[in-house]
């Protein structure tokens, strides 16, 4: 009852010998965990667990959500719970020892019919080539995923493009997919370009932050959005330290695009030079018309774009600063119906910094409703 060798489907199989031989303890113990109130707090055995997953899969009611680190049990535990996933709208199977085989348990989730599964979180599972037992259920026509989260699982190429495959092949339904924290090279990347340049894709946020991304990968990647860009608001390229200007230069051309309907973009490297006039460039041309964005020290002319969202000045030093409350000021000037909120804090600026953030709030057309003040000397 204890074997750690089986899958997790197998090991129901022993729930079902006990409940043969009339052993209804583990079941009674199982039911009276279900109608307890204070389920964490109650440790599970692995035969628990055997018999809790199946109970929540062969159930009537479909779970609204099922997430692994909410049940008191061992490691093993855990990976026994994974059947659940069939009978659940939301799972969270993070950082548990993912193997090949509990790939395959969720691909069937997602292949049944109907398919309840629409957001499904692996992140931080060492996957690198079990990944590619996951696919055969994203492809599947009864797959209803829309949010799809691989956040540092260190997927193989193959595993890349198995992934890519598997959505370009079923590409309606995913709206959110997070591979960051994982090492996109060069060949990598061209496999999720064949996904998001695909005319079906529908995808509304890609988060590929921390992924090493390179001047080349950046090209391709933007050369593949630009082929589809009317669904995508959100994209996260943050702490890719090697993009450096020719890749900023490159995502440019597809800001200034004129289907380009981007909310927000997540930049922040520090490495940056020539990038803040290209991003300027860009947001200037850019039909954008809900605009938003997030951005590092040197990142701050692109919020000549109109801008809706939340607004954050990272701490910079003074001399940069004093340059950058003159281009942000400016920027807000040329286009302040937008801004609803704008923080400043945690920086240290001197009265003529103070002075160009006067002319923005002096405008008639200013509709700020929240300003987080400096820090001035």
Known sequence: MNSDEISPDRSINIFHCLMEMNDLSVHQEIQEFLKSENRSEKKLSEIHCSALAYMLQMSEEVLDEFDLEKYKTSDEGRLRLIPAVRNCRKARLTNCGLSATHCEVVASALKSNP???????????????????LYPGLESPNCRLKILRLTGCNLSETSCAYLASALKSNPSQLRELHLNGNDQQKSDIKYLCGYLESPHCKLETLR???????????ASLVSALKSNPLHLRQ??????LNLADSGVESLCGFLDGPHCYLETLRSDTTSLSESTNYLAAAAQSSSLNNGGAEHGPFGLNVLSLPLNAVVVLPQVGVEDLAISCDYLASALKSN??????????????EDAGVKHLCGFLESPRCVLETLRSVSMF
């Open 115 to 133: 398919s309840h599964l629409t957001q499904l979180d692996m992140s931080y599972n060492n996957l690198h080539d079990s990944g590619t037992k």
């Open 208 to 218: 590929l932050d921390s992924c090493s991304l390179s001047p080349v990968s950046c």
């Open 235 to 240: 994209l996260d390229l943050s702490y890719n």
């Open 336 to 349: 302040p119906s937008h801004l609803k909120h704008l923080d400043l804090s945690h920086n240290t600026v």
